[in-house]
């Protein structure tokens, strides 16, 4: 069983940064993509940035591209989520998962995933 335990969240000022952390349980880790996915409320789950297993691939949504850098340090079974210049808008719920295949945008892709991490960005 994989679990996967994200922190780094918390209240911030618009333009501040933060950087979320994700620990994987287990010896695959270094086999697998990785991606981090935020929900707002009273908004569907959406794709933030995805990486893989090497760490040589990444991806962004357009939203946080620029802003945000994904990286992973698999000898601490741990993926990052940097956010610099935050945003108002980029308030919600933040989740890692584990990608089940090459890293993509898409939730269903994804068989693993962390209970969440709140980020508000205060304006």
């Known amino acids: 069983q994989v679990q996967l335990v994200e922190s780094g969240g918390g209240l911030v000022q618009a333009g501040g940064s933060l950087r979320l952390s994700c620990a994987a349980s287990?010896?695959?880790?270094?086999?697998?993509?990785m991606g981090w996915f935020r929900q707002a409320p009273g908004k569907e789950r959406e794709f933030v940035a995805a990486?893989?297993?090497?760490?040589?691939?990444?991806d962004y949504s357009d939203s946080v591209k620029g802003r945000f850098t994904i990286s992973r340090d698999n000898a601490k079974n741990t993926v990052y989520l940097q956010m610099n210049s935050l945003k108002p808008e980029d308030t919600a719920v933040y989740y890692c998962?584990?990608?089940?295949?090459?890293?993509?945008?898409?939730?269903?892709?994804?068989?693993?995933w962390g209970q969440g991490t709140q980020v508000t960005v205060s304006s």
């Open positions: 990486i893989s297993w090497s760490g040589g691939n990444t």
């Open positions: 287990g010896r695959t880790f270094s086999n697998y993509a």
């Open positions: 998962a584990r990608c089940a295949r090459a890293y993509d945008r898409y939730a269903r892709s994804y068989d693993y």
